[in-house]
């Protein structure tokens, strides 16, 4: 089975990113509407292809170094988004050299799957982000995920079953699989993460039967804390800086939803925890 397609569906969940982060450009700049989403690191560039699937009129930019995973994604948006996929522009190459004119400002600079941490030191995290803000708009806002507490940087292995559920037209039903996470070792001084991610997927010459795709993708991370990623977005010039969650309580149904923003130490009694880095120009 193709590993980029088993990643997005263990790992990406693309259409409701799209919501996301139309409604935090829209609380943050009420009256305003985004249309032109930029993603960094964006492999599979899952999150571009959503945001134009789901409303016409919008376009899309994908910034990555790595030219055969984006001529998958431009394959895949050629499918699934017919005519409309030239709404999104792929662009192979460094996204901290890749800006106006080559391509036009964002209103929304996605670095999602927590592709901040290929930042490794405080000049190069610097560097970054002040690129980030010349590319976008001049309402633009820029949001970056993350990761932390003491269980998510312990050594071992998670298992996921992934059941996956096609929302866009012209998706392609795929059987279901195991998704592994390995933190296969953290430094505590240097806050280098080494992770990796391993399949487990139905073996085609035994029923019943599952073969495992051990380093499917590994990752090298600087884990950031959340007051770091803060204060940098502040002192390369973003003017509003917010720490949202996106959390959901089951036993609540739909008023288990939540999107907002949170106080930064609240994350600090919690062993794992997702979150959101919000900035605005």
């Known amino acids: 089975m193709d590993t980029l397609e088993l990643y997005r569906w263990a790992v990406q969940d693309p259409e409701t990113h799209a919501v996301v982060l139309r409604t935090m450009y829209e609380r943050l700049r009420p009256g305003r509407h985004p249309a032109i989403l930029r993603e960094d690191f964006a492999g599979t560039a899952a999150e ?12 899309a930019i994908a910034v990555d170094l790595d030219a055969q995973t984006l001529e998958w994604a431009r394959c895949r948006a050629a499918h699934l988004l017919g005519p ?3 709404n999104v522009s792929f662009v192979c ?3 901290r050299l890749t800006g106006p004119p080559e391509v036009p400002h964002a209103d929304i600079l996605a670095v999602l799957n927590f592709s901040i941490c290929y930042q490794h030191d ?7 982000l002040r690129h980030a803000l010349d590319v976008l708009a001049p309402d633009g806002i820029l949001v970056l995920n993350l990761f932390g507490g003491a269980e998510a940087v312990r050594a071992g ?6 059941a996956p559920n096609p ?6 039903p795929v059987p279901e699989f195991e998704y592994l996470w390995e933190v296969r070792s953290c430094d505590a001084e240097s806050r280098r993460l080494d992770c990796r991610i391993h399949f487990a997927v139905p073996d085609p010459t035994a029923s019943g039967r599952m073969q495992e795709i051990r380093d499917a993708f590994s990752y090298d991370f600087r884990l950031w804390s959340v007051k770091e990623l803060v204060r940098a977005c502040g002192e390369a010039g973003f003017t509003d800086v917010q720490v949202w ?7 609540k149904g739909e008023d288990g939803v939540f999107l907002g923003s949170v106080e930064p130490q609240s994350l600090d009694a919690l062993e794992n925890w997702t979150a959101y880095v919000v900035a605005a120009k």
């Not at 929302?167 to 392609?172: C, D, T, V």
């Open 167 to 172: 929302r866009l037209p012209g998706e392609a």
């Open 157 to 162: 292995t998670t298992r996921h079953r992934v």
């Open 48 to 59: 571009s292809i959503a945001w134009v699937a789901l409303k016409k009129g919008r376009r």
């Open 93 to 95: 190459g460094d996204a």
């Open 84 to 86: 409309r996929s030239s």
């Open 122 to 128: 405080p000049d190069e995290l610097q560097s970054y």
């Open 245 to 251: 969650r996106h959390t959901y309580d089951a036993l």
